[in-house]
């Protein structure tokens, strides 16, 4: 371009109108562990578990039931029930927060296991990944940039477990869920309300600090750490008003939601959520975290198929998701829900 030439436009692709979520698939390990297996492992009561979490037994990963396995598996569950190939999916989106892999990433190693030729990244906002990915997904589709985006979930808690801490190991399970997002003339994703708490970062992480390991300050496998209460309080104090910008943004009234589908972290948080959004008792309330635990960045994909699969809400009625956890962070959004589904085996 030569001095005084007016600069060529940028063209842009067009998007699409709106997005909406085509198709659900799921991975759940076949390992079943109960509260009686747990109190093997840490002095507890099967009462105690249940009483301060709702958590009755939670799925643990084997060792051919790796981060791959599960994501592919949910995946082509996913695939399968939208009628769609690996080859139709422009990019992957893939969210945890146990891959420990920095390149290449699960969703490099997940684009090829499929056959999809489109981009792939791997996004970690802990137990709050799901919904910052559909988002992510929603922008893409709406923004032109792909037409239909796999997004998937999947976690081995277990991998951060310390079986000896009796505050955290037996929260935690593991798991995939997977969607294809895809265009649809009448919007299937709302506006999403997402956020970061990073100054209270200490109430969850996993140590030893990747800070702390660059500067090789510190080694050694790593492990989960949670100050419970803390986490507890944040949870029931903000993630009331975080619904509610969701429903807002979406001009969606709560009476008019069939389901509420929040992370899958504790019972006593859902519960104390659902009063103080005053959600009316018409509206089911997922609670797949008494059979599954707190898969983290699954849970939501995981509670979705199980509020279909159990008949409570059907595909295309109205759900609100909140995900929220380590970080801290949080992303919540109205949606249809998926429109097929394969339930787990
Ligand atoms: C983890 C959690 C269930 C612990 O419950 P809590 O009421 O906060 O428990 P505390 O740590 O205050 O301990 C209370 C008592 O129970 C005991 N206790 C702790 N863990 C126990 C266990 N697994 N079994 C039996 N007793 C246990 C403690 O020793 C303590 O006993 P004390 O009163 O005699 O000292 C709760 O803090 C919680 O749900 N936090 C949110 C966690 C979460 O969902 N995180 C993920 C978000 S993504």
Known sequence: MSAGE?????????????????????????????????????????EWIQQRSGIRERRWAGPDESLLVMAEHASRQALGAAGLQGSDIDLVLLTTMTSFSTTPTAANLLQAAIGSQGGALEMNSACAGFPYALAVADQAVRGGSARHVLVVGV????????????????????????????????????????????????ALDVAPLLGDVVRGEATGDPVLRMKGQSVFRWAVTEMPRVGQQALDAAGVKGEQLAAFVPHQANTRIIDAMVKAMALPPEVVVADDVRWTGNTSAASIPLAMEHVLRDGKAAPGDLALLVGFGGGLSHAAQVVALPAAYAPAP
């Open 155 to 202: 976690e081995r808690m277990t991998d951060l477990l310390d079986l000896s801490d009796r505050g955290t190991m037996f929260l935690f399970g593991d798991g995939a869920g997977a969607v294809v997002v895809g265009p649809s003339d009448s919007p299937g994703i709302g506006p999403v309300a997402w956020g970061s708490w990073g100054e209270q970062a200490e």
């Open 6 to 46: 007016a600069r060529p436009e940028i063209r842009i692709a067009p998007g699409a109108a709106g997005s909406t979520l085509l198709s659900l698939g799921v991975y759940r390990p076949s390992r079943v562990v109960d509260n009686a297996e747990i109190c093997t492992m840490i002095d507890s009561t099967d």
